[in-house]
């Protein structure tokens, strides 16, 4: 009697398993059919002969920096000469780059006399194959004739150059060199945007950036870094400097 039962719940059990079994095959199948069917479509959404043209264009990483954040603009030097920023100033040659204005209080003087040591740590390459820029962040304010007291009252010397432009450029050279914050209210305020350099290797395509206020032994070796380190082949021997030199 007991073995009936049991026999009996045996086969009760495998017509369960057997209608489980067909339903979840039948269930999976559907599954299937619908991924196969998707990924046809997805396949087929793909296939470049069903999409339309791109206007992909094969532009070379300096031309790409180039377009996106050396904007050619118009700018004057304090000795009143014309230059452009790229073909004149930036193209071919390893600069470095800080916004300032003429009557700022706060961080400007500081900063410019924290450069001016830097420049004489690199007297012997500033204005040859280094290139000193401060770009004035008020036109409005600072004329050629402003900017050139500005640099004779901190002792720059003819080979860091002062600049100044239309306000439309000169905005456009601070947001295309990254000289932004996120919040609108801190980005509008000028002095938020004159505490850093912009260091950079035009034609290797290197660029970066360090407090302006920082060690003035750091900050020139950083210079020196992005100077001569590409073309030691990996090597750093040579490109820190010390006291004195």
């Known amino acids: 009697m007991a073995k009936t039962k049991s026999a009996r719940r045996k086969t009760k059990g495998v017509k369960i398993m057997s209608r489980m079994t067909r339903r979840g095959w039948l269930a999976a199948a559907g599954s299937a059919s619908a991924v196969a069917g998707s990924a046809r479509g997805l396949l087929a959404a793909h296939d470049p002969s069903n999409s339309p043209p791109r206007g992909f264009q094969r532009i070379p990483p300096r031309e790409l920096i180039r377009r996106r954040h050396l904007p050619n603009v118009e700018l004057m030097t304090q000795?009143?000469?014309r230059v452009y920023f790229y073909d004149d100033l930036v193209k071919d040659k390893i600069v470095v780059i800080n916004f300032m204005y003429a009557h700022c209080e706060k961080l400007c003087p500081t900063m410019t006399a924290n450069l001016v040591r830097v420049?004489?740590?690199l007297h012997d390459r500033i204005g040859h194959d280094?290139?000193?820029y401060s770009i004035t962040l008020k036109p409005e304010e600072?004329?050629?004739?402003?900017?050139k007291e500005y640099a004779n009252m901190h002792?720059?010397?003819p080979d860091w150059l002062f600049l100044t432009g239309k306000p439309a450029d000169i905005e456009l050279l601070r947001r295309s060199l990254g000289f932004t914050t996120a919040d609108p209210s801190e980005?509008?305020?000028?002095s938020t945007h004159i505490g850093m350099l912009r260091i950079g290797n035009e034609p290797m395509l290197r660029w970066s950036a360090c407090p302006a206020e920082?060690?003035?032994?750091?900050?020139a070796t950083s210079i020196l870094a992005e100077a001569d380190y590409p073309l030691k082949g990996g090597s750093r021997?040579?490109?820190?400097?010390?006291?004195?030199?």
């Open 79 to 81: 000795d009143g000469k």
């Open 119 to 121: 420049r004489k740590i």
């Open 130 to 132: 280094i290139f000193m």
């Open 142 to 147: 600072d004329t050629s004739q402003v900017l």
């Open 155 to 157: 002792g720059t010397g």
């Open 187 to 190: 980005d509008a305020d000028k």
């Open 214 to 219: 920082a060690n003035t032994q750091w900050i």
């Open 237 to 245: 021997e040579g490109s820190t400097v010390t006291a004195g030199k």
